[in-house]
């Protein structure tokens, strides 16, 4: 973090953003870092003196003192004297008295006197008398832990940092809500999960803040930041009492990251049981997609975080995705639920009873011999031994998959007619965002469904036209192709054809024999 | 639901059914609950009582404290102590530098015998606490700030140390002391009240009212003024009579140079930018413009050069030479505002010199020996400012001040005093003629 008066920000457009810098000022970065490592050896005040020069030079001094504030920490200062300077002045000072120092020589017999006790010359006492103060002090070593664009991206990070100290309230999303959460109580400040139009944010304060606007969790929010940054995805706004007129403060992943810690990316599971549970579950491509630890849920008192979600998103692309920010989807919460103490599992019974309204699937591992007291709170509950079986999740999926059908159905005329000659079912639901099984019952006047594509018949006779028995099935897939048919094998049924297959991949094509 | 109230980070909780209008009670969708500042603590109980509500309180855990003091309370001490005891335990004592404020704070904890904070503003006074505290009472003594951090229940805080704990430590005490009760009216500062249950409250100052009127918040988390005792009240028993001569010297020809040269610079750019410095709000312009104005800033850096020139003059130096020449057998402290000066004088005269980097136990030992003796003369730099514990010196020589009267004389008042034959003390101030320096030592006459 940075002192404030080394804050950096632009109130452009009545808003409050701190000045980050990008790449442009490496090398001012690397010159700063070049003075400390050039002056090992020398006494602060020379330090001082070049850093100052630097100052003078560049485009913004308060930059150059920014940098200088984080390298600040990897110096190591140290008192050089052959006598302790504070021994050196007990006597030196006892001495003065005695002979009552105003002139030069009473000085130097002064001086002279301590001397003798230390056996030194003098000059050496003058030297040490205040070698212990920080401007004396001799830089002994120089470490820096930072490139010169590490120190860039500290810099941004120390900025943000800086700037929150005035915040009096902070509203974050994360893609690790739980990594949040725990940190919010870690830093015992208060939080609140309020939805807006863009998802679920987490809303910190302290716990005063009900009675004034208060800056004092400034360094909290500071430290809070820190965590935030170390994950992939994330917006943070804060309002910023700028003396006494509020601003807002936005902050995200593209201006703030921690130097050499690469954001944790990947999906991470907190049992064996759940990272099972998620591969097997995507092995079956289901139009159901899987989202691990999505955003806190209210409940009561506290907040809970789901394992997993499950959002109805037909024909999507497959994958575990971390929390998604922006949620139209209908989604199913589900919890796998360990073994764990019986005082545990009676806690978090009592806090998934008090969720908000929200639809959440329960696995239980059959040894807790609880089932019975979550079907009595009206979750669904699966029991499990060893490991969740996928098929039992789907079919406690499979009413609300019904109903999702049912409606996207429902929503569609009942009779279909798409611009394209020639269209595949799944292509057609995906483009109409419902799932394959919403549209299979529609009518379709002007297409002909073959096997799952739906074709014109003109586009049809056109390719009977072009096929001929006797061609190899590489011309007559060429043929289909030309015609954006993939559903060869129904096509050629269709028009009266069948392969006369030849080793694995070649073949000629029969006229079919009609019986 | 029974209504139960316990202490949450400088809150009030309230945990049940409550009846509405409690004074300072807001509801917390965030926690359920019902929330008051822990300052309204006290009220929040009265209010309960009256409407006759059954409540399970655990805001406070404390234990019982049995204190006693083997001082003898003067008479205005006591009048002091029996006003603020009417009031409910709650308010401000204004009394005059010097006439004993730590013996009232100490007094009022053994009254109450309750677990006490002592809230001061700076490690020298923190300092002074501790020790009188330890001497006093039987019990181990906190002591939160000039890097120990030890809670007992008798703790010393600086107000820093006290504003960053305030809401973790707001449950343990039964009464809190202001020291110096006007700090507490800064915008930071007043959390440290408004975060702490504790029931009992006395403010100490020797100047209650602050020009910026944060004194009503004081009033507000704290008490109003309950007795004030003036300087005349006390004339003649503590407060020295002293002279004061002012000696003006001139820039040597090489310093005069460089004082026009950097003062031109700074005029200059105040005539290219139409700033006036008329007034201190001019010159926060031009310090928030230096942020991003190159020639702001480099108009700021050759005053401050001006400054220093003029501060550090040469012949204040030889003056100084023959000013401890003429008080040799005399008792004297010196003082300038410029930490370098202090080291260039002490390292000049080998005179013990206290600054903000000379270290608790040094500055203590300094002290010591000048109280004891040993030493007849230091210099420093406003490290002695407010209510520390200063040994009688008979002679000041002031090198430079701020220009703020209340900092001038509350110093002078604390240090000087006659000598034993009844010779007058003497202060010296000693400013550099023709310069901007004499406006403010003209001004603060």
Known sequence: MLTKELLRVSRAGGGYHPQFVDAGVDDLAARVLGVYQGHVGERRAALDAALTDLERDADDFKLVRGFAKLLERDATFETQSPVEPRRVRRRVFEAAESVGVVDDSERQTALERAGDHFGVAPSVLEDALYADRDSRQVMAAFDPRWSPSELRTQYNLSLAQTALFDATEVRVRSSEPATLVSAVKRLQLLYEIVSTPSGREVVVTGPDALFSNTRRYGTRFARLLRTVAATAEWELTATIDDRGTERELHLSAADVTVPGVEPVSEVTYDSGVEADFAARFEALELDWELIREPEPLEAGEHVVVPDFAFDWRPGHEGGVRKTAPDESAFRVYFEIMGFWTPEYVRKKLSRLAALEDVELLVAVDDSLGVGDAIDAQAHRAIPYSGSVRVKDVRDALRPFEAELVAESADSLPDSLEPDADVVSLAALADERGVSEDAIEDKSFPAHELVGRTLVRPAVLDRVDERIEAGQTLAEVQAILDDHGIDDDSAVLSRLGYRVEWDGLSGGTVRERETD | MSLTLSYDSGTVRLQGDYPADLPGVQADERSKSGRAPAYRYA??????????????????????????????????????????????????????????????????????????????????????????????????????????????????????????????????????????????????????????????????????????????????????????????????????????????????????????????????????????????????????????????????????????????????????????????????????????????LSERFLLPAITHETSAGERREILDRFREGDYSRVVTANVLDEGVDVPDANVAVVLSGSGSEREFTQRLGRILRPTDDGSRALLYELVTEETAEENVAARRR
Not at chain 2, 191 to 201: H, K
Not at chain 2, 236 to 249: F, N, Q, T
């Open chain 2, 43 to 344: 009220d929040l109980r009265q209010a309960l009582d009256e409407a006759g509500v059954t409540y399970t309180d655990r805001v406070l855990s404390l234990p019982d404290l049995s204190l006693s003091t083997t001082y003898d309370l003067r008479a205005y001490q006591r009048t002091a102590l029996d006003a603020w005891h009417d009031a409910g335990d709650r308010g401000c004592l204004e009394l005059p530098t010097g006439s004993g404020k730590t013996v009232v704070g100490i007094a009022a904890a053994v009254a109450l015998g309750t677990p006490t904070l002592v809230v001061v503003p700076t490690i020298d006074l923190l300092d002074q606490w501790e020790r009188e505290l330890d001497r006093e009472f039987d019990v181990p003594i906190g002591r939160l700030g000039g890097g120990e951090q030890r809670l007992e229940p008798v703790t010393v805080a600086t107000y820093d140390s006290a504003y960053l704990r305030a809401d973790e430590i707001g449950d343990q005490f039964g009464l809190v002391v202001f020291d110096e009760v006007h700090h507490l009216g800064g915008e930071g500062y007043r959390d440290i009240a408004r975060l702490l249950a504790a029931p009992a409250r006395l403010g100490l100052t020797a100047t209650f009212e602050r020009p910026d009127g944060a004194h009503e918040v004081i009033e507000d988390l704290v008490g109003p003024v309950v007795h004030r005792i003036g300087v005349d009240d006390l004339a003649g028993e503590h407060l020295a009579d002293y002279d004061i001569k002012r000696i003006e010297v001139s820039l040597t020809p090489a310093e005069r140079e460089r004082y026009e040269a950097a003062q031109s610079t700074f005029t200059d750019y105040l005539a290219q930018s139409n700033i006036r410095m008329e007034s201190g709000s001019d010159y926060q312009e031009l310090v928030k413009r230096s942020g991003t104005d190159p020639r702001a800033r480099e108009a700021l850096l050759a005053k401050q050069r001006a400054r220093e020139v003029m501060m550090n003059a040469q012949r204040k130096v030889d003056r100084l030479g023959t000013l401890l020449d003429r008080h040799r057998e005399d008792r004297i402290i010196v003082f300038t505002a410029y930490t370098d000066l202090v080291y260039r």
